[in-house]
């Protein structure tokens, strides 16, 4: 059912899960008392609040273009995926600040299998949403639930590492152990923060479209050019779930409008075609100086 879901529902979805292991990872932390688990619980309660502006900027980055906006609102979902990060940064520094507490004055974890077996059932969820979140992300090109997923996907890590390390702390009896572990959970954290922000922040900036993207973009000009003489000043940049391509493409001097724009309209029609998304200008020059780094054609 996952695959048939579109970005808006997924995001819509995305609230429900992280509502549901927040309330799963909130239980266990009072069954036990554990900081590591009050951290892991912080965590979600980040989700939550990236879940929801999440759907907000998925909701305002499928709007059509408009007159103040001719070429879409994609970079909405960058924005979210900016916020999400400096979330994830001060649930980070606030785990800190609570783990230095504990490490200062450690109290006594209790035993308690049920805790444990709660917030082992929150990770498992989290696990299977951030496999869909990061599968479909991708899919649909949307950076704001992959974000979210690679963030569950650490979530599930921490998790995992809380939950070992708890055991070896309830079976040798060193509380420290619990806040030793809420530190690593915090620093873990920060990177994931760092790295949701970079990516989404180079999504503002106009980054260049994946190099595969880029390959795959050069190949189909290649091979529906015929008749041009050459390509040249080739740029792509990723929008969000679009991808705009720009090139210059070289004429011979005396072909008319008519047949240059034949031309025009068979390679925009492959680029679409593989990338239904793509919004495709073409400068059409005719033959004066061709550039050394351009793509050579066969007329």
């Known amino acids: 059912m996952p695959k048939r879901l579109t970005a808006e529902q997924l995001a819509t979805a995305s609230i429900a899960v ?8 909130a239980l266990a932390w009072w069954l036990t008392g554990s900081i590591a688990l009050f951290s892991d619980a912080m965590e979600s309660l980040v989700n939550i609040g990236g879940a929801i502006i999440a759907w907000f900027a998925v909701r305002y980055a499928n709007r059509p273009a408009d007159a103040g ?5 994609h970079k909405a979902e960058y924005f979210s995926a900016v916020v999400e990060g400096i979330m994830i940064i001060v649930a980070a520094l606030l785990i800190l600040q609570e783990a230095v507490s504990a490490l200062v004055a450690p109290t006594p974890l209790v035993w308690n299998t049920a805790g444990l077996w709660v917030n082992a059932a929150a990770m498992v969820i989290n696990l299977f949403w951030a496999r869909v979140l990061i599968a479909r992300g991708a899919a649909l090109k949307s950076p704001a639930l992959a974000a979210g997923g690679r963030h569950l996907m650490s979530d599930v890590w921490t998790s995992a590492g809380v939950l070992v390390g708890l055991i070896l702390a309830m079976g040798t009896g060193w509380p420290l152990l619990d806040p030793i572990l809420a530190l690593l959970v915090a620093v873990n954290i920060l990177r994931e923060g760092y790295l949701v922000v970079a990516s989404s922040v180079g999504g503002l900036m106009d980054q260049a479209a994946p190099q595969n993207e880029r390959d795959e973009i050069a190949a189909i000009i290649h091979r529906t050019a015929q008749g041009a003489l050459q390509v040249h000043g080739l740029k792509t940049r990723r929008a969000g779930q679009a991808v705009f391509v720009e090139f210059h493409m070289v004429v011979a001097g005396d072909m008319t409008v008519r047949a240059s724009h034949a031309i025009c309209d068979r390679i925009e029609e492959a680029i679409r075609a593989s990338l239904s998304t793509a919004q495709v200008t073409i400068h059409v020059e005719p033959e004066h100086k061709l550039e050394d780094s351009g793509i050579q054609l066969g007329q």
């Open 69 to 73: 906006h001719p070429f879409g609102h």
């Open 18 to 25: 992280a509502l549901l292991v927040l309330a799963a990872k």
